[in-house]
């Protein structure tokens, strides 16, 4: 699709595929000029996929799939202030062959904030109940088995886990205690940051936060695909049927796209 959600050209992919792989057939087919700037999400933006890009003499501009240190002592400027009067500030961070553009958005910092308060809370919850049922008859109490409950347990809940110190007291192989804190915080609150990456050093950050938002649309444009016209699901069993079913769902988007465009 292109900015504006219009139909440039589709294919249909083999199944059980992840998308990381299908960059170059899709660059290749679309016929992408050299020095084009190729605007991925997270998703794609795969170690391989961006050097492969820049072998080829693209450029990319995609939201980090890598940690990157959180650093409150830049100038942001703020670039959206929404009618709720939550902001979205960024600022920008030229490296040797990249540019950094780190971003704090307020709605964001409000909904990893929820999920995080959710997801102590389950993580918790687990733990309560394995220690309550220490103290009572039928409830599992060997020191091995409650430890490799607790593993399952911090799998689960990973996010939440890494921030607590669990401690389990032993008697005879049988656990008598288990008492969890939390850890001392060593880093800034990260809710709310992202962090998006152009290898385009011609860019200024206002040009790579907005030429990022085109993203929206596209995205907008395949959820509209997948859940109004019909994309999924798909329950037919013969490969003709399902493609033609496919080509209908794009082909339905595509008139639809031209209408709302005139």
């Given at each position: 699709?292109?900015?504006?959600?219009?139909?440039?050209?589709?294919?249909?992919?083999?199944?059980?595929?992840g998308e990381v792989k299908t960059l170059k057939i899709i660059l290749t087919g679309l016929g992408a000029e050299k020095k084009s700037l190729i605007v991925m999400d997270a998703g794609i933006a795969s170690k391989?996929?961006?050097?492969?890009?820049?072998?080829?003499?693209?450029?990319?501009?995609?939201?980090?799939?890598?940690?990157?240190?959180?650093?409150?002592?830049?100038?942001?400027?703020?670039?959206?202030?929404?009618?709720?009067?939550?902001?979205?500030?960024?600022?920008?961070?030229?490296?040797?062959?990249?540019?950094?553009?780190?971003?704090?958005?307020?709605?964001?910092?409000?909904?990893?904030?929820?999920?995080?308060?959710?997801?102590?809370?389950?993580?918790?919850?687990?733990?309560?109940?394995?220690?309550?049922?220490?103290?009572?008859?039928?409830?599992?109490?060997?020191?091995?088995?409650?430890?490799?409950?607790?593993?399952?347990?911090?799998?689960?809940?990973?996010?939440?886990?890494?921030?607590?110190?669990?401690?389990?007291?032993?008697?005879?192989?049988?656990?008598?205690e288990i008492i969890w804190e939390r850890k001392p915080k060593k880093e800034p609150n990260m809710n709310g940051f992202y962090h998006l990456r152009t290898s385009d050093m011609s860019l200024s950050a206002i040009?790579?936060?907005?030429?990022?938002?085109?993203?929206?649309?596209?995205?907008?444009?395949?959820?509209?695909?997948?859940?109004?016209?019909?994309?999924?699901?798909?329950?037919?069993?013969?490969?003709?049927?399902?493609?033609?079913?496919?080509?209908?769902?794009?082909?339905?988007?595509?008139?639809?796209?031209?209408?709302?465009?005139?």
């Amino acid at each position: 699709l292109s900015e504006n959600g219009c139909v440039k050209k589709s294919q249909v992919f083999s199944g059980n595929q992840g998308e990381v792989k299908t960059l170059k057939i899709i660059l290749t087919g679309l016929g992408a000029e050299k020095k084009s700037l190729i605007v991925m999400d997270a998703g794609i933006a795969s170690k391989e996929n961006l050097e492969w890009l820049r072998e080829e003499g693209y450029h990319y501009l995609v939201c980090s799939r890598q940690k990157v240190p959180i650093d409150t002592t830049l100038n942001y400027e703020t670039v959206k202030t929404n009618p709720d009067q939550t902001t979205i500030k960024i600022a920008s961070v030229k490296k040797k062959d990249e540019i950094i553009l780190h971003c704090k958005s307020d709605r964001k910092a409000y909904s990893d904030k929820q999920i995080k308060t959710r997801t102590d809370q389950l993580l918790i919850d687990q733990l309560q109940q394995l220690r309550d049922g220490l103290s009572k008859p039928r409830c599992m109490k060997r020191y091995d088995k409650v430890m490799e409950r607790i593993g399952r347990i911090k799998e689960k809940y990973s996010s939440a886990a890494k921030e607590y110190i669990i401690t389990v007291t032993p008697t005879d192989n049988i656990a008598t205690e288990i008492i969890w804190e939390r850890k001392p915080k060593k880093e800034p609150n990260m809710n709310g940051f992202y962090h998006l990456r152009t290898s385009d050093m011609s860019l200024s950050a206002i040009e790579i936060w907005n030429t990022y938002r085109m993203l929206n649309q596209v995205e907008d444009s395949f959820r509209y695909m997948k859940s109004h016209l019909g994309m999924r699901p798909i329950f037919h069993q013969r490969t003709d049927r399902a493609e033609t079913h496919l080509f209908i769902s794009v082909l339905a988007y595509r008139i639809w796209n031209l209408l709302s465009f005139r």
